[in-house]
């Protein structure tokens, strides 16, 4: 590289995790709120600087105008969804490997109080780490959202089964990177109408 030539970061593709029916909450939670979590969850990413932005469907069906999608969002609709959250995040990592990009960045639809700021510093301690793997951590707990660089990608299409998604690959290294996020959001995800729990 010539001297003085600007180092661009490795690209990183988000995927907004939205094909789940929502069976505690009521209705796909890609709806809750007329689509106002799943339009944040967007921006989220993207203004946290993820490009391209991908929202994985499955219990809306496969047309995209049922989700409300904002216009000239990118989408997948995940055929196999009802198999558990495994499906949903093998199909992210094959959006992200088409994408060609480095790392890619998952984020339930929800987890509305996350905002950018959390996603550009997990994303950021992810490129700056070995291991290329961080996630986000709320009150000691594990959180979204997760970054992971592409080697680690075939390994969690495989170790993912059933409702066990990146977690069951993830939750056993001890090379990644906690990152606290307590002073930006709490990180809790929406299970009941009304309602914010872990």
């Given at each position: 590289?010539?001297?003085?030539?600007?180092?661009?970061?490795?690209?990183?593709?988000?995927?907004?995790?939205?094909?789940?029916?929502?069976?505690?909450?009521?209705?796909?939670?890609?709806?809750?709120?007329?689509?106002?979590?799943?339009?944040?969850?967007?921006?989220?990413?993207?203004?946290?600087?993820?490009?391209?932005?991908?929202?994985?469907l499955g219990a809306t069906g496969?047309?995209p105008a049922a989700a409300a999608?904002?216009?000239?969002?990118?989408?997948?609709?995940?055929?196999?969804?009802?198999?558990?959250?495994?499906?949903?995040?093998?199909?992210?990592?094959?959006?992200?490997?088409?994408?060609?990009?480095?790392?890619?960045?998952?984020?339930?639809?929800?987890?509305?109080?996350?905002?950018?700021?959390?996603?550009?510093?997990?994303?950021?301690?992810?490129?700056?780490?070995?291991?290329?793997?961080?996630?986000?951590?709320?009150?000691?707990?594990?959180?979204?959202?997760?970054?992971?660089?592409?080697?680690?990608?075939?390994?969690?299409?495989?170790?993912?089964?059933?409702?066990?998604?990146?977690?069951?690959?993830?939750?056993?290294?001890?090379?990644?990177?906690?990152v606290t996020c307590d002073d930006?959001?709490?990180?809790?995800?929406?299970?009941?109408?009304?309602?914010?729990?872990?």
């Amino acid at each position: 590289m010539p001297p003085n030539e600007p180092v661009t970061p490795s690209a990183c593709t988000g995927i907004v995790l939205a094909a789940g029916a929502g069976s505690r909450y009521g209705k796909p939670k890609a709806l809750a709120e007329d689509g106002a979590w799943l339009r944040a969850a967007i921006t989220t990413l993207r203004d946290g600087g993820c490009a391209p932005v991908i929202v994985l469907l499955g219990a809306t069906g496969p047309d995209p105008a049922a989700a409300a999608l904002p216009p000239g969002t990118q989408w997948r609709w995940v055929a196999d969804w009802a198999s558990g959250l495994a499906a949903t995040v093998r199909a992210g990592l094959r959006a992200a490997a088409e994408a060609d990009t480095r790392y890619v960045a998952f984020l339930p639809v929800d987890v509305p109080d996350i905002g950018a700021d959390v996603v550009a510093r997990v994303l950021a301690a992810a490129r700056a780490s070995e291991s290329g793997l961080a996630r986000a951590v709320f009150s000691a707990t594990p959180g979204h959202p997760a970054v992971i660089e592409n080697k680690h990608w075939e390994a969690i299409s495989a170790a993912a089964v059933g409702d066990a998604g990146a977690g069951s690959y993830l939750g056993g290294r001890q090379d990644m990177v906690c990152v606290t996020c307590d002073d930006l959001a709490t990180g809790a995800d929406r299970d009941f109408p009304g309602v914010g729990a872990r």
